[in-house]
Structure formats: C-alpha cells, structure tokens
C-alpha cells in the first residue's frame, strides 16, 4: 500500500502525515474501543468530548495562547469567516483596514463589501501581480480591525514578519500556514484556517478568537453565523463534522510529539524551502514567481522558460509520482505545496527530478 502512495504536492485539500492516516485507519472500525467507528458516535458523547477538547488544548499548547483565546471548529470553510468577520466584529459606522495580497483577501475584501461594510484596502500589491508583500503599510488610527492573509497559496508569498498595527487587532487568514512556524500571537484578535491545507482534511475550519472580539458580536445576528454560538457551546451548538475534528487532533497529536512543536517543524520547513529555491536560483531554467523577500515556504510557485514545456513537466512529473504541481487555474505556472506533512526526502526527490528534467530539455 504504502508504495503505490505518491510524492503529493497537491495545495488543498494537501498531504496528512503518513503516520496520521494509518492511525485512522487502524482505529477506523472501532474507536477507542467502543464498537463503532469515529463516524458512527455521538457529537454529545464522552469519547467525542474528549477528541474535541484534546484538539483544543492542542491548538492552545502549539500557538501559546492564553486564556483570553478560545478555539472554535466551524462549517462554511475559511470562505464563510471572509462574510462572518466583517458580519461579527464590524458594525455600522465604524471602519476596519484590510491588505490586499491576491486571490483569498481579495474574496475577503468583497464579501465584507456585499454587507455594505465600510472598509478601507490599505495597501495591496496588485500592481505587480501579487508578487510581493507590501511593506510599511500605514494602519488607520480607528480601524476596528486590520485583516490580512498571511500565507497567500496562489501566488507564494508570505508575510515573514507580520505588520504592527499599533495594538488594533489584527485578523488573519491563516489557512495555508497555520502550524507552520511560531509566532507571537498577541497582537491577533482572530486566526482563521481551512484544515485542508495544513492541518487535516476539508469540512472544517479552525477559528480562534480573542475574549474582546467576542463581545463586539451583535446580539440580532442569525444563530449559525455568531460566533457566541459557538464559543458558548464548545463548538457543539449543532452537530460539528466529528470526523474532520478527529484527524485534525491526530495531527496536532503528530505535530507534539512526533515532530516536537512548531519551532522544529518550522526547521524543516525552512530547510525544504530553501532547497527549492536555492534550485530556482542557482540556474535559469526554473524561475521563482514572488520576490525574494515575499517568498512563501508552503506554497513554491515557479515558472519554466514557456508554456510547453511547463506542460511537459507537469506531465512527465505525474508519470514518475510527482502529485499536484500545476499551480492555480487562475495563475497557471508551476506550484509545489510543500506544508507540514510533505518531508524532506519528498523535496530532495523532486529537485532529483526537476534537475533530470532541466538536463533532457534545458
Ligand atoms: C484555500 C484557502 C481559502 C478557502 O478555503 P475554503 O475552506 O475552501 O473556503 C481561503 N484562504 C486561503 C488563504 C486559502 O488558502
């Protein structure tokens, strides 16, 4: 079995830990003893409790945060949070800054614009493309808010340090880097992520949010778009999707203590990153599409000398069990997602191939 399993580099829904998915399957007809499968139990039983919690006191553990933070599992995806954000903590009159890297904080921006919110678009960096992450960028003073995506997955760039807001809030989408590397989680209001990318599979995203954003949420809102719903009933209002919420503490559970936090998975990460890169520029048949400064280390977006021949490589690397390097639909190109679960020996087999190819039609 494990043989026939691919070098996938696919953005989302992406590769889980090896490890993670036969622990799935070893426990997938009997969970934890109790005769049913994950897929079978209660969302109100014990055994479910303690899956939740676990996966909670995990996030919490992982990120650092402390007891002003609570983490929520919602539905929607991270494309649900772009219309709840605004829906939640911007009310009318008051204004919030959002940053404009491409694709994702684009539909972020649009969404709170349909409410008829009132937001400012700061900084952006359309102009070339959205090849860069703007620098000192300029916060209003009475922002409510300032959101910002801080890994963009279809263009490869990636906020290295995050901006000083001068103590507003930040809000991030976080869906293609979250785990990925430490950071001080201070200066953020609320952290969003789609689990697909990085930490488990589709169905699920993960909200964290802090007590004073909390109580900024309208009383007259619809019960499954407030987020007092949910950070009042342990995300449980309603039934949650238990089997996403599952893998996620699998792989939370992986990251502790088989990889041993984020500052060693943060290492790898940037050790994998650096060898694609240091591929890209140490020749000019491969060529790296965000600047240097903005380079992203999950998402790898690169260029071949024309279109053909990124046809061709895409093609010959399927044939030889490279997954999911055709980059968006929306960008063409070349991307390799290279989050969490993707290993070192998975990066070094794709520079072997990559080189092999450069060598054939270079
Ligand atoms: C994939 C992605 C989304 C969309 O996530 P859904 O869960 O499909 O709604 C949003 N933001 C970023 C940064 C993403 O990578």
Redesign the pocket.
């Known amino acids: 079995m494990k043989e026939n399993r691919i070098y996938n580099f696919n ?2 829904p992406a590769a889980l830990p090896l490890s993670v998915l036969e622990e799935v399957k070893e426990s997938f007809l009997n969970f934890a003893g109790s005769g049913m499968s994950i897929t079978e139990i209660s969302h109100r039983s014990k055994l479910f409790d303690e899956v939740i919690n676990d996966a909670v006191l995990r996030t919490k553990r992982l990120l650092k945060l402390d007891d002003r933070y609570q983490v929520l599992f919602l539905q ?5 949070q772009f219309t709840m954000i605004p829906m939640n903590l911007l009310p009318d009159g008051k204004t919030a800054d959002y940053v404009d890297t491409g694709t ?1 904080s684009s ?1 972020a921006i649009k969404e709170a614009q349909i409410l008829g919110k009132n937001i400012k678009v700061v900084a952006s960096s359309k102009d070339k493309n959205y090849s860069y992450i703007p620098g000192n960028v300029k916060f209003n003073s009475d922002a409510v808010y300032v959101h910002i ?1 801080s ?4 263009k490869g760039t990636q906020w290295a340090s995050f901006p000083d807001t001068k103590g507003i809030p930040l809000v991030a ?4 880097d979250i785990m990925s590397r430490t950071f001080d989680p201070k200066p953020f209001g609320l952290i969003y992520a ?1 689990a ?2 990085n930490i488990g599979p ?1 169905g699920v ?1 993960m909200v964290i949010i802090r007590e004073d954003l909390l109580k900024m949420v309208p009383e007259n809102l619809p019960s499954m778009l407030k987020y007092t719903t949910f950070s009042s009933s342990n995300s449980l209002y309603n039934t949650p999707p238990c089997f996403s919420i599952y893998v996620i503490q699998l792989v939370l559970k992986w990251l502790e203590e088989t990889i041993g936090g984020l500052d060693k998975i943060e290492e790898i990460n940037k050790e994998k990153a650096r060898l694609l890169y240091e591929t890209f520029d140490s020749g000019n048949f491969y060529k790296g599409t965000a600047e240097k400064g903005s380079r992203s280390l999950m998402n790898v977006t690169f260029r071949l000398p024309n279109e053909e021949l990124e046809g061709k490589f895409i093609q010959e690397a399927t044939k030889n069990g490279f997954g999911g390097l055709k980059g968006h639909r929306s960008v063409g190109g070349c991307r390799a997602s290279i989050y969490n679960a993707t290993t070192i020996d998975a990066i070094r087999a794709l520079i072997g191939f990559m080189k092999e190819f450069e060598k054939k039609n270079g």
């Open positions: 953005a989302g929607g995806g991270a494309s649900l994702w539909k995506t890994n963009n997955t279809i989408d976080m869906s293609s789609g697909q990318k589709a995203c």
